[in-house]
C-alpha cells in the first residue's frame, strides 16, 4: 500500500525559510515521479515542483530561484527547501506520486497522480 507523509509545515514570516519533507513507502520509490503541489484557499491545486527518478528537476514559475526540490533515496524522502517566502506562498502543501516515470506538474489529476499525502500547512506572514 502507497503511503506519502508529510511534515515541515509550519507559520513562517515573509523572506523565512522551511523545509518540508515526505516520507514514501508501500513501493520502490525510485522508479516514480516525485512532486510538490500546493492549494490555498479557493484557489485550484497547482505543481510546484517535482523530480523525476533520474534527477531532473522543474518548477513553477512563481518559486524559480526559491525552492528547490530534493530527495534522499535511502531513506525514501522528497524533500522542499522554500527560501524567501512570501505571503502569497501560502498554502497547504502536498506529496504526490505520479503513475509513471513523467513528471507532468501541469495536471494534478488522479490519472497522472493517483497518491497523495494529507498535506502540511505552511502560512507566511507579512
Known amino acids: 500500500q502507497v503511503q506519502l507523509v508529510e511534515s515541515g509545515g509550519a507559520s513562517v514570516q515573509a523572506g523565512g525559510s522551511l523545509r518540508l519533507s515526505c516520507t514514501a513507502s508501500g513501493y520502490s520509490y525510485s522508479n516514480y515521479c516525485m512532486a510538490w503541489f500546493r492549494q490555498a484557499p479557493g484557489k485550484e491545486r497547482e505543481g510546484v515542483a517535482g523530480?523525476?527518478?533520474?534527477?531532473?528537476?522543474s518548477y513553477t514559475d512563481s518559486v524559480k530561484g526559491r525552492f528547490t526540490v530534493s530527495r534522499d533515496v535511502a531513506k525514501d524522502r522528497l524533500y522542499l527547501q522554500m527560501n524567501s517566502l512570501k505571503p502569497e506562498d501560502t498554502a497547504m502543501y502536498y506529496c504526490?506520486?505520479?503513475?509513471?516515470?513523467?513528471?507532468?506538474?501541469?495536471?494534478?489529476?488522479?490519472?497522472?497522480?493517483?497518491?497523495w499525502g494529507q498535506g502540511t500547512q505552511v502560512t507566511v506572514s507579512s
Open positions: 504526490a506520486r505520479s503513475s509513471d516515470a513523467s513528471c507532468n506538474l501541469a495536471s494534478s489529476d488522479a490519472r497522472t497522480w493517483p497518491y
Open positions: 523530480r523525476t527518478r533520474y534527477g531532473a528537476t
